[in-house]
């Protein structure tokens, strides 16, 4: 990857949820945030029994695909749907998947006028860079 595409980050930080966001079940695997000459990735942690919760009601075909070069074994649990890893997946899915594709957020936020009204295009952009960059071409990831 060229230096001039992550060169200006500023930080990496791996943050904890809150209990109360791990409650709601509606977590973010990874963010970019910039402002005030910060410039931030922030990677969301594992669960330590790799079992990713994907909620209540069965994931769809599409949503399965973007997992399918990583996980395949979906569980069904307790009334909750559960998505099993394992490390090895893990590791490379955060740098191919979700790391190229903050890293994208940030090239695009210097080469276009970023907005939150144009967040299709936005997400289009991340994820095309994150595709180009990786060897798994049916990458498409979706936050």
């Known amino acids: 990857m060229p230096k001039r595409d992550w060169s200006r980050i500023t930080h990496i930080w791996e943050r904890r949820f809150k209990k109360t966001e791990y409650e709601i079940g509606e977590l973010p695997l990874a963010e970019y945030i ?9 990677l969301y942690p594992w669960p330590e029994d790799l079992l990713m919760p994907l909620g209540e009601k069965k994931p769809t075909a599409s949503r ?21 890893w394992e ?10 998947v979700l790391l190229y594709h ?3 957020h940030h090239v695009d936020y210097y080469n276009r006028r970023w907005s939150k009204a144009n967040a299709k295009s936005l997400e289009e952009a991340a994820d095309q860079y994150a595709y ?10 979706q936050s």
């Open 102 to 104: 903050e890293i994208g």
């Open 34 to 42: 910039c402002g005030s000459g910060v410039r931030l990735i922030v």
């Open 132 to 141: 180009e960059r990786t060897s798994k071409r049916s990458i498409q990831y």
């Open 64 to 84: 399965m695909k973007a997992f399918s070069d990583y996980a395949s074994e979906l569980k069904h649990v307790d009334g909750w749907w559960y998505l099993k």
């Open 87 to 96: 490390r090895d997946a893990v590791r490379n899915f955060c740098v191919e």
